[in-house]
């Protein structure tokens, strides 16, 4: 299991960031959660396999269609189990 808490900036408020991180990790079955961030960015902690932990991560460089991803920095987390993924209120 691998535990990685991922912040992206760039356009990434409003344009749907938050529910295509909750599609992608739902679909590689990643647990955890996603937030916008008061100085515009998103930030998500992701926990699962690291085959599907990367393949989130992947995607989150990539970002929604009408997104434009400058910057992804990426802290590795203690493991840690979790269950579902929500997005969460700005922090």
Same mark, same amino acid.
């Given at each position: 299991?691998?535990?990685?808490?991922?912040?992206?900036?760039?356009?990434?408020?409003?344009?749907?960031?938050?529910?295509?991180?909750? $599609?992608?990790?739902?679909?590689?079955? @990643?647990?955890?959660? @996603?937030?916008?961030?008061?100085?515009?960015?998103?930030?998500?902690?992701?926990?699962?396999? $690291?085959?599907?932990? =990367?393949?989130?991560?992947? $995607?989150?460089?990539?970002? #929604?269609?009408?997104?434009? @991803?400058?910057?992804?920095?990426?802290?590795?987390? #203690?493991?840690?189990? $979790?269950?579902?993924?929500?997005?969460? =209120?700005? =922090?």
């Amino acid at each position: 299991m691998t535990s990685r808490r991922v912040t992206v900036t760039g356009r990434v408020q409003g344009v749907g960031f938050r529910w295509f991180v909750r $599609a992608a990790a739902e679909t590689a079955g @990643v647990s955890g959660w @996603v937030r916008n961030q008061r100085d515009g960015a998103v930030m998500a902690e992701l926990h699962g396999r $690291a085959d599907a932990v =990367s393949q989130v991560t992947a $995607a989150m460089r990539r970002g #929604p269609h009408h997104a434009r @991803v400058e910057q992804l920095t990426i802290e590795e987390l #203690p493991e840690t189990d $979790a269950a579902g993924f929500d997005i969460l =209120s700005t =922090s």
